[in-house]
């Protein structure tokens, strides 16, 4: 009874309540996906599971059984940087930094989504293939992800450099 | 939150089984459900994890589109059928919560969420007919300008949440059902229950019944659908109203419509009026504007909602123009 975390084999909780945040902060110590609102309506909290972006605070643990998660301490280290974590610092992509480890999750499982084909809330044409990262549609797929700091122009300056094969 | 037994079932009689027991709830995604037992309005027992049930979004010999009750909301959206015959389900998908959300959730789960009116919420301190019947409702006094304009009782002006069910309410989705007593189907418009004076009841669905899957029937002019959503953000909040609306037209006349309104009742409100009307008549902005009249007829809005009947009149005449527009 276990899941993969960043690579490393960690057993499922006893108790049925643990979220996959608290596993991750309070069990293992990964302390970069952080609680926010715990309700679901922040982002700080986001994590990839089998690569596809999720709210770790609504997940029990319980069910991510034989899954693979990444938090952004499986991204980059320092020293070995995420290319969008140092594109982050180069855009001035936070100020206080509480939301910085999920909007850099969310925007790697952002890309992943756009390049499958999955449409937005601004995707014009819902027939087409290939889906262009263009500002709109980013801001909008970024939307699970406030930051209270006002830091969203860096934010979206990151994404668009490092992500720019995809962004118009 | 209160401490529970976690269960995982492996096929729909698995659950049926497992979630036949008392005080026992089916576990999708966990997006609502999780978050109503943090505040401890919801307090099962038991539950039992049905996300590895059938997923699957296949099309069947006469058309239809059948969804497995566990597939995420993402993954309908972006699935080719959906995408290209029902526009409008896509549409409101993607209009609904986040993209985190919408990769956690799943169809059967988005189906059951609960209202988000806030002194269903506030187990402290509001009174709730919805968390305990005969104790009062004081969103009807209070602070409503999210609230139902139609269909709505003395006990509950709450709404119904979802986008996506808006969108399959004006599709004649089908949902299938598994229970103790069988299985049985049933149209989604016949699933969701309006407050009367029991809006502890939100859906008719019978105990330890379980959704399996969604049925979605051909609809020839689908393609010509869309999904329009008003709120107060321009992402990530609920809708004020919704309209969800497919149009066809022949020779300047409406053949054929569906239309559903979201934001404004306790449950996908199809609008039957508007549709009546309009089958057979030209497809013009005086007669989209007057069968949105006729729809909205009954509204009786609230103290702080009364925007709303406006907004959900302009918004069906705007949808069904933009439709009959895409077609002159």
Known sequence: MSMTVNGAA??????????????????????????????????????????????????????????????????????????????????????????TSGQICSAVGMVAEVRRGVPSHVTADLTADEIALDMDELRERMSGNLCRCGAYNGIVAAIAETFGEAVE | MRSFAYS????????????????TKYLGGGTNLVDLMRETIERPASLVDVTQLSRDIAEQADGSLLIGAAARNTAVAEHRLVRTRYPM??????????????????????????????????????????????????????FNRMHAILGASEACVAVHPSDMCVALAASDAVVLLSGPAGERR?????????????????????????????????????????????????????????????????????????????????????????EALLRGRPATEVAFMAAADAELA????LKNNGFKVELARRSIAAVLGELAGEQA
Not at chain 2, 8 to 23: K, M, T, Y
Not at chain 2, 115 to 124: A, K, L, S
């Open chain 2, 186 to 274: 049933l149209k989604l418009t016949d699933l969701h229950r309006l407050p009367d004076d029991r809006p502890d009841l939100e859906t008719v669905l019978e105990p330890g019944e379980l959704i399996t899957a969604i049925e979605l029937p051909p609809l020839p002019f689908g393609a010509r659908s869309t999904y329009r959503k008003i709120r107060d953000r321009a992402s990530y909040a609920f809708a004020l109203v919704s309209v969800a609306a497919a149009l066809e037209i022949e020779d300047g006349a409406v053949k054929d419509v569906r239309i559903a309104l979201g934001g404004v009742a306790h449950k996908p409100w199809r609008a039957w009026r508007a």
């Open chain 2, 89 to 142: 389900l896509a549409r409101a998908i993607a209009s609904g919560a986040s993209a985190q959300i919408r990769n956690m959730a799943t169809v059967g789960g988005n189906l059951l969420q609960r209202t988000r009116c806030t002194y269903f919420y506030d187990d402290d301190g509001s009174r709730c007919n919805k968390r305990h019947l005969g104790q009062g409702c004081d969103a009807i006094g209070g």
């Open chain 1, 10 to 99: 960690v057993s499922l909780p006893e108790d049925a309540r643990v979220s996959l945040l608290d596993l991750l902060r309070e069990h293992q110590r990964l302390t970069g996906a952080k609680k926010g609102c715990n309700q679901g309506a922040c982002g700080a909290c986001t994590v990839l599971v089998d690569g596809e972006r999720i709210l770790s605070c609504l997940a029990l643990a319980v069910q991510y059984e034989g899954r693979s998660i990444t938090t952004i301490e499986g991204l980059g280290n320092p020293g070995s940087l995420h290319p969008l974590q140092q594109a982050f610092i180069e855009h001035d992509g936070f100020q206080c930094g509480y939301c």
């Open chain 2, 8 to 23: 995982r079932a492996i096929d729909a009689a698995d659950a049926v089984r497992r979630g036949s027991a008392p005080a």
């Open chain 2, 298 to 301: 009954d509204a009786r809005p």
